[in-house]
């Protein structure tokens, strides 16, 4: 059961989380946490996940509206499921919007969520992507849910969003807005639709109350907002008065009143100083984009220095081979506390190599460990492996590779397993055959990761290579993949942990080659998307609970939200960041020959882990030779595949090496550039300073006006002060400004009814731009009162 | 790829309605059986009707024979009514066949025959007008992206013939 507490004017919900020792409870309220004096009758719990929630039932509606409807298929079949009759179905007429069904609910209630039934085969009017709006009324809705349906014949539900900061609201309309269905050319139909939620009076009546109070609280705030703005003094702090409404924080009420009313900018900018210092901006920063900044790294030179601790190599005459030769299919980790990168093995378009690199972030400078691993113990020439990293042990772990077809009868099938103990600078092979040992049988584009933690490994996916042309074998033509092990480094045991399946159970997981695996250290899952698996790309994401023994698919891949997810079929590498909940992944150029085309560039994508959502940080598409100062900046690395991208999630900076750029007039040529990638966002110092320059900026065309000589003066030298002269775009507003001395005449037009003068305007247009760093919870309402007449 | 052979010449010239939602298919089928399973009756056409249906999902083969089908929607109601055949095997395309590549399901239309100019008799296929051969090849291309691409994939198992290296 769910209770509703009314505290103050407000009926809302309060979770209570505990109470302190000074006999207080401590609540969230409102989305905010509160403290809240004992002894008050407060009932409420009602948490995120852990909700003790009144029962939702089946609510009951009738169809209001429709757009069209086609022969038979009317709106009225949706409320009857008969997956076995074609007919029992609404159809639009056409597919030309817009095409809508209102359903009106008896009651008003808390639509909680929608279900939409199917036919028994898969049909091409199903929706693939539609919208659904609520609200009290028809004219009045917000969207609730904006997805797609999958084109099978099961029945599905959505959860409808129901809530604002924590408080549940009510609706009664549903409005539904197919806008693609799975034959593009085809009509709309919906076969079945059910609504759960929540009807009951004693829940949905404060719901009701506090949604009208809301509305009237959010249009008071916003004639408060209006009459300030026009400086209706009387009006506002009359109404202010009455009604006891917060128009924002306190700060901000303050921040306005010596910017615009006093035009103290001095303490202006401190009361922004200060707003930085104690986190305000944060979220502001939190929202901005990333901006990518590749630099090509060019490592010193090794020849005439004196030996390094670093390089234990025998470098003889051969004098340039001091940094990594060009490949591709070689394998990279980094040691994050010495911010060293390992780099080993690889292809160069030739043969396989078993040379063994360190760059040493600190001396940027390449030495090599070894020349050919195999002459020291350890494993043989190869590419296609995959290395994982101990830092905590300083411990290097290597598996597979792959072997051309024509040496596959020839060579060992024999899955080697080695481990490299930097320190010592040793090589011990830890089993001859992992397959033997009860692990994977010998793998190539496959995924491994090191779980420091409780010294464990694991790896999935991959390739099995087998002999060709066995006779006995008459399923040699299925390729087979590996599935996933874990790998107990004490004892030196395997196990498996999950077959390759084809089945779609919850637990089940299909393998593949060419995916991405990565682990979370803090919340020790490991991640797992795309993916081939012979010709069809996978576009799944689903994570491992390595504790639990648990799978959790995040996206089975059958929606297309093309455009809005990494596309499948061109090579991605990804890292993880555990500290920000973050996945980067660097996705390149296709494998496939024909999906190359000649302008695709990188495109660079975030996952957020908490929020479940990509983010594409850019997408190049072309190269930008406009500003040529710009374009050294804009210099990034050349799409390719088979290259190598590790993360340093300490200092927050990615490196690549190498790969394929996949110049199919010369196939065997390889890469062997070095580059860093830092992606920024703005910081605390560039927000504050920014914010400093507008207030000075502004306070400089103020100036302007009266004292044009001091005016120039205060330029020079404050204002001057807060620009970053390095920068060409803010040297060129910079520039532009003196132009405010020489404007005699303003182009100020009075507002109608109010008496605002050309600086009040001004100045508060001014607060208004400073008001969107802070957080939406301080702030006055975004929207003006005007902006809601329309002609 | 013209219905010059006189055993088709004689055939009724069928209008094709789809049975759910009884909107016309089209003007010029005709009632025939399949090559590969004389036991199936359908009706097919040689134009491709255009405005009326429109492809579903993707090609697929049958366990009779090799040609590569994909099927054919009513553009009103969305349910399948036929297929078409992108790509015919050998053996079909060699065997007596009427040259039609367009085939509705007989369940899930409703026919009627057609009538000619008098009004009196049944209108038959030997009376239509010859089509350009022009016009017929335009509907036997099959679609790119459905066709499986031979180059650097292995033809047995489909992997590429190379790793990323």
């Known amino acids: 059961m769910c209770y509703q507490y009314e505290y103050g004017e407000y009926g809302v919900t309060v979770l209570f989380l505990g109470q302190t020792e000074a006999n207080t409870l401590y609540c969230l309220f409102k989305g905010r946490y509160r403290f809240f004096p004992a002894g008050l009758p407060l009932l409420v719990i009602l948490c995120n996940k852990m909700a003790v929630v009144p029962d939702s039932g089946v609510l009951t509606f009738s169809i209001f509206k429709w757009s069209s409807y086609s022969s038979t298929y009317l709106p009225e079949n949706i409320l009857v499921d008969k997956p076995n009759d074609q007919s029992s179905r609404w159809s639009s007429e056409s597919n030309y919007p817009p095409q809508f069904l209102i359903l009106k609910l008896e009651r008003p209630a808390i639509v909680q969520s929608i279900t939409f039934g199917k036919y028994e085969k898969t049909h091409v009017c199903n929706l693939k992507k539609f919208k659904v709006f609520g609200g009290m009324s028809e004219e009045n809705m917000t969207e609730l849910l904006s997805s797609g349906l999958k084109n099978d014949y099961n029945k599905e539900t959505f959860t409808l969003k129901h809530k604002i900061d924590e408080q549940m609201f009510p609706c009664r309309f549903v409005k539904i807005v197919p806008l693609m269905s799975w034959g593009p050319s085809f009509n709309f139909s919906i076969w079945y639709i059910e609504l759960h939620g929540i009807e009951d009076p004693d829940v949905v009546q404060p719901c009701l109350n506090w949604y009208s109070k809301y509305r009237e609280q959010e249009a008071i705030r916003l004639c408060l907002k209006h009459f300030r703005q026009h400086n209706y003094t009387e009006a506002f702090e009359s109404l202010q008065k009455k009604t006891r409404i917060a128009l924002e924080h306190p700060m901000l009420t303050h921040l306005h009143d010596q910017l615009v009313l006093q035009g103290d900018f001095d303490v202006c900018e401190e009361l922004i100083d200060k707003a930085v210092r104690d986190g305000l901006f944060n979220q502001y920063i939190s929202q901005q984009e990333y901006k990518p900044r590749w630099s090509q790294i060019i490592p010193k030179c090794n020849k005439g220095t004196s030996a390094q601790e670093v390089n234990r190599d025998d470098i003889n005459s051969d004098g340039d081979d001091n940094r990594p030769g060009m490949r591709g299919g070689h394998q990279m980790v980094i040691d994050v506390q010495t911010e060293t990168v390992y780099l080993f093995g690889g292809w160069d378009g030739t043969q396989d190599l078993a040379d063994f690199w360190a760059y040493s972030v600190q001396e940027n400078q390449w030495s090599c460990i070894s020349r050919d691993t195999e002459k020291e113990s350890g494993p043989s020439a190869r590419s296609c492996h995959k290395m994982c990293i101990d830092s905590q042990r300083r411990q290097i772990y290597t598996l597979g590779r792959y072997l051309d077809s024509s040496v596959r009868n020839s060579k060992s099938l024999k899955s080697d397993f080695y481990r490299y103990d930097i320190d010592a600078n040793t090589w011990t092979l830890l089993s001859e055959d992992t397959s033997a040992d009860g692990g994977p049988k010998l793998v190539f584009d496959h995924q491994m990761c090191m779980d420091s933690e409780k010294h464990m490994i694991y790896t999935f996916g991959g390739r099995i290579l087998t002999c060709n042309g066995s006779v006995e074998d008459s399923r040699t033509s299925e390729p087979q993949f590996s599935g996933l092990y874990a790998y107990h480094c004490h004892a030196g045991t395997w196990s498996l942990l999950r077959e390759d399946s084809c089945n779609a159970g919850p637990e089940d997981v299909q393998s593949r080659i060419g995916h991405c695996m990565l682990f979370h250290t803090r919340n020790r899952c490991l991640y797992v998307f795309g993916g081939q698996r012979s010709k069809t790309y996978l576009n799944d994401f689903f994570s491992y609970d390595v504790d639990g023994d648990h799978v959790e698919i995040i996206s089975d891949g059958t929606k297309k939200d093309s455009g809005m997810v990494p596309m499948t079929g061109f090579t991605q590498r990804a890292t993880i960041d555990p500290e920000l909940n973050e996945i980067h992944v660097l996705s390149g150029l296709s494998k496939d020959k024909d999906k190359r085309e000649e302008n695709v560039r990188n495109s660079f994508w975030i996952y957020d882990i908490a929020r479940n959502n990509w983010s594409c940080v850019y997408k190049n598409d072309q190269t930008v030779k406009e500003n040529p100062g710009k374009a050294l900046q804009e210099e990034e690395p050349c799409p390719r595949f088979a290259h190598q991208l590790v993360y340093d999630e300490m200092h927050k900076v990615h490196y690549l090496f190498g790969g394929n750029p996949g110049k199919s007039c010369s196939p065997k040529m390889r890469l062997d550039d070095f580059w860093s990638l830092k992606l920024c966002r703005p910081s605390k110092e560039y927000l504050l300073r920014h914010c400093k320059y507008l207030i000075r900026k502004y306070r400089f065309e103020e100036k302007a006006q009266s004292e044009p000589l001091s005016a120039l003066k205060y330029l020079q030298n404050d204002l001057s002060l807060t620009v970053d002269h390095a920068d060409p775009e803010e040297t060129k507003e910079f520039q532009l400004l003196p132009s405010a001395l020489f404007k005699s005449s303003s182009d100020f037009i009075p507002l109608g009814f109010s008496d605002v003068d050309q600086t009040y305007a001004q100045r508060t247009q001014l607060f208004d731009t400073l008001v969107n760093f802070f957080p939406d919870s301080m702030t006055p309402p975004k929207g003006n009162l005007v902006d809601l007449i329309t002609l | ?165």
């Open chain 2, 1 to 165: 790829m013209s219905t010059s052979n006189a055993n088709f010449k004689n055939k009724c010239v069928t209008q094709v309605n789809c049975i759910f939602c009884e909107s016309l298919l089209c003007t010029r089928g005709m009632k025939a059986v399949l090559l590969a399973d004389t036991e199936i009756e359908l009706f097919s056409t040689d134009i491709p009707p255009n405005r009326t249906v429109d492809f579903v999902a993707s090609c697929y083969s049958t366990e009779s024979c090799k040609c590569k089908l994909r099927d054919i929607a009513c553009l009103k109601c969305g349910n399948v009514v036929g297929y078409h055949v992108v790509a015919p095997c050998k053996p079909c395309l060699l065997s007596c066949n009427n040259g039609h590549f367009w085939m509705f399901n007989s369940e899930a239309v409703s026919t009627l025959n057609r009538l000619d100019v008098t009004g009196l008799n049944l209108l038959l296929w030997g009376d239509l007008p010859e089509l350009d051969d022009s016009e017929n090849e335009e509907s036997e291309s099959p679609l790119e992206e459905e066709c499986i691409r031979d180059e650097d994939i292995c033809r047995v198992c489909f992997s590429p013939l190379r790793p990323e290296l």
